[in-house]
């Protein structure tokens, strides 16, 4: 563990301090979640069907403030993007109150890492508020998300809805016009042409045809998303607004698996790409805190985590699984190392009920932060 890291303010400070701090909209909702939940737990939630994946959601999702997918692990994943998983996941995070990360882990060329993040079936930014990157490419795949991000952001309050309606006189045909329009921020209705422009001009009425097509821009709310899905998806989690729509990185800059390849020179570029990156990058998938210059306030979330088996003493060793997983207990991870929020998938899954062990992790990891921080319980 980096002792320099451990005498950051961040060390000390309440996750309300940080998220008075906070640059990112997206990492002063999260920190302000964790009060409010008295959680810094996400849960990694490695189940293979959507079924599965939903129901866990809705179980677990009281006692965390991140949920983990990896989308690609999970069989009849519905791509519709109203009612779909991913809306569904959506309509459960407002619910319970928690975050959709896809551990993506985006590793290519900055153009490839855009259509990654913003197309193809799973559209993952639609429904994920967080996602991370692996930093091989280097810092140009950190930029290249960013501006999709922001793409995306300044497309998302207005939706198109196009109608097409044939004016008279009625004609078999129409011109056809695009009707699935890219959407863009223009913010008003828009009739083209207006059908009073449009008299036939004395040619047979049978062969002229109207179209009207209309494209409507209405801001968009979270609501909406919820239209279309179950009865009582609409619901919202007390206490705290709906999350903000920008987008969060987390780079990968440590990893949990035993011998793993990153250096400490790989970490530290990291870091500087982050520092680079303030307003797209909440912060880092690593094993410890990683804020070490006064004016860095990054979140670190931190995978292979476990409790020690019922009874045993906590003395931060966990058998790995076996398959390069290393485990370390809450108590060390964020007591010792600084982490802000724990990642814990079998632990918690593979457990007699998911549910106790999940409140389990809750109480044991926010206990480790309140200790850190010199906070009575
Ligand atoms: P586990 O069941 O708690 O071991 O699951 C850990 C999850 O975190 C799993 O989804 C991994 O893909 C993920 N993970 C990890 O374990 N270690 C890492 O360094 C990174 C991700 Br990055």
């Not at 900055?110 to 193809?120: D, E, K």
């Not at 979330?301 to 485990?327: S, V």
């Not at 982490?339 to 593979?350: A, E, F, N, Y």
């Amino acid at each position: 563990m980096c002792a320099a890291s451990n005498r950051h303010p961040t060390f000390k400070a309440s996750f309300a301090e940080r998220a008075n701090n906070a640059t990112h909209p997206l990492a002063n909702y999260l920190f302000r979640l964790m009060e409010l939940k008295k959680s810094n737990l996400c849960l990694s939630a490695d189940v293979t069907s959507a079924r599965e994946l939903l129901t866990i959601a809705d179980r677990i999702g009281p006692s965390i403030v991140v949920l983990k997918t990896h989308y690609d692990l999970v069989a009849g994943w519905d791509f519709h993007p109203q009612t779909g998983t991913g809306a569904k996941l959506g309509a459960l995070a407002r619910r319970h109150g928690f975050l959709i990360f896809e551990d993506r882990k985006f590793g290519d060329i900055g153009s490839t890492v855009q259509l990654q993040y913003t197309a193809g079936n799973a559209r993952i930014i639609d429904w994920a508020h967080i996602v991370n990157v692996n930093m091989i490419p280097g810092k140009a795949a950190v930029t290249a998300l960013q501006q999709a991000a922001a793409r995306w952001r300044s497309r998302v309050n207005y939706e198109v809805r196009t109608s097409v309606s044939v004016g008279t006189p009625v004609s078999d045909s129409f011109d056809e016009e695009d009707e699935n329009p890219t959407p863009a921020p223009l913010p008003s209705s828009k009739e083209l042409p207006p059908p009073s422009n449009l008299h036939n001009n004395g040619r047979k009425g049978s062969i002229v045809s109207i179209t009207t097509l209309t494209q409507s821009f209405e801001p968009v709310d979270s609501p909406r998303f919820a239209s279309g899905i179950a009865e009582g998806d609409e619901l919202v989690y007390a206490g705290i607004e709906e999350p903000p729509w920008e987008r969060g990185l987390l780079i990968l800059a440590q990893m949990s698996s035993a011998g793993n390849l990153i250096t400490k020179e790989y970490t530290q570029a990291c870091v500087e790409a982050a520092r680079e990156h303030k307003d797209f990058v909440m912060g880092f998938i690593s094993q410890e805190t990683l804020n070490s210059e006064q004016a860095d306030d990054f979140i670190s979330m931190t995978p292979g985590c476990q409790l020690p088996p019922e009874g045993d003493e906590d003395d931060g060793n966990i058998a790995g699984d076996g398959l390069g997983q290393q485990y370390n207990t809450p108590s060390k991870l964020v007591g010792l190392g600084g982490s802000d929020i724990v990642i814990v998938g079998r632990g918690i899954l593979k457990a007699a009920s998911p549910q106790v062990e999940a409140e389990q992790y809750r109480r044991k990891a926010w206990k480790a932060y309140q200790t850190r921080i010199g906070q009575q319980s």
